[in-house]
């Protein structure tokens, strides 16, 4: 006579623990191809501005505080949230989802404003 009966979970005295890996949801080429892409938005109008004939100090002056602002700070301040949420709220967000969200942010970002100044 067999006894050996499965125990169900709520009546077992040692926590289940997951013991798969932590995946990315969001495929590398997609981060990296975001990435390109807000750099390359990001630097869009420059070559335009000056062609026309538009100062190199203003252009470098302003592209040396949109540059940065989209392509690092955006997706950084993304990365920062989602460690405070795992600390915080006990959550695991993976960088790279974090990450891949806040280019795609800057992207969306970036051409909303070209599209309203155009």
Partial sequence: MN??????????SEPIT???????LVP?????GLAIFALVLSLAGYGFRLMIGDDVGVVLRHAAVVIPT?????PLFFWLGSR????????HIETRN?????????CVS?????GSYS
Wanted: no cysteine; glycine share 8%.
């Fill in 18 to 24: 997951d013991t798969r890996p932590h995946r990315s």
């Fill in 70 to 74: 989209f392509v690092l700070g955006i």
């Fill in 98 to 106: 974090a990450l891949t969200l806040g280019w795609l942010t800057a």
């Fill in 110 to 114: 970036m051409l909303w404003l070209m």
């Fill in 84 to 91: 405070v949420l795992n600390k915080v709220k006990g959550l």
């Fill in 3 to 12: 006894t050996n009966k499965p125990v169900p979970s709520s009546v077992r």
């Fill in 28 to 32: 590398k080429g997609i981060t990296i």
